[in-house]
């Protein structure tokens, strides 16, 4: 059952210095049109104060549907992955819990979920719909996430709005074994697999820069060989002339 149009995934994880400024983000974003979004906050075993902020939040904001799953400690993907199974909105996007949502443009934002594509991408230089049926279309969506195409688009979660039962049909998800990189590996499988996307200029996300810093040890060189191994299996399912450059 969808209850509402589109559910904002939050993970949390000892995040009182920015949680509260992410919600109110979001309730400025949706201005008047609460009853479309769902706010699926997943903390992840937090030890400060969190969860107490956002159980004041929850009262303070009646009119946004606040809603909290407390998971123990298991990481980012985990979270995020919780979120899919409980969302009951048509469409999800996922938040990190130190960033923001952009002012939207309610109106347009709800014309491009209207074309009932799987995924719909921010911020992007051009307004288009891209038929992905067509392996060369397919391959050259790829490549721009990947930053080799005319067109660059983050690979991040950033910007995305996914449909959920496409998600779910297609078993899509965040690798909980990958610590970097996670979710590269999910907007490429979506894209892989969708059959229509929707880009635009539109903002949607505001990104804060993050201090966390990834030492170069035993771990990440596993994380890094897991991920190419990974990727190789999205991309092998691409017919190889789609993928060769043409003069």
Do not use: C
Request: hydrophobic share 40%.
């Amino acid at each position: 059952m969808e209850d509402y149009l589109i559910t904002i995934v939050i993970p949390m994880y000892n995040v009182e210095d920015s949680i509260e400024r992410l919600i109110i983000s979001i309730s400025k974003a949706f201005k008047n049109q609460e009853s479309l979004v769902e706010v699926l906050a997943i903390d992840d075993g937090s030890t400060d104060k969190t969860v107490k902020i956002f159980e004041k939040l929850q009262k303070k904001n009646q009119a946004l549907a606040l809603k909290l799953i407390r998971n123990s400690h298991g990481g980012v993907s985990k979270a995020r992955n919780t979120g899919i199974k409980y969302s009951t909105g048509k469409y999800v996007t996922f938040v990190d819990s130190d960033d923001e949502l952009a002012l939207v443009d309610v109106v347009d934002l709800k014309e491009k979920l209207a074309q009932n594509a799987e995924v719909i991408i921010f911020d992007t230089d051009r307004n288009e719909t891209i038929d992905l049926n067509k392996d060369d279309n397919r391959a050259k969506a790829l490549a721009e996430i990947s930053m080799l195409g005319r067109h660059v688009i983050s690979a991040g979660i950033q910007n995305k709005i996914y449909l959920r039962s496409f998600l779910i049909e297609n078993k899509i998800s965040f690798n909980d074994r990958l610590r970097v990189g996670e979710d590269t590996l999910f907007v490429f499988d979506a894209v892989s697999l969708a059959n229509k996307v929707v880009e635009t200029k539109g903002k949607f996300y505001v990104v804060h820069d993050s201090s966390s810093v990834h030492l170069f040890n035993e771990y990440n060189v596993t994380n890094e060989l897991l991920f190419r191994k990974y990727m190789l299996e999205i991309l092998s399912r691409l017919k190889p002339n789609s993928i060769v450059r043409k003069n």
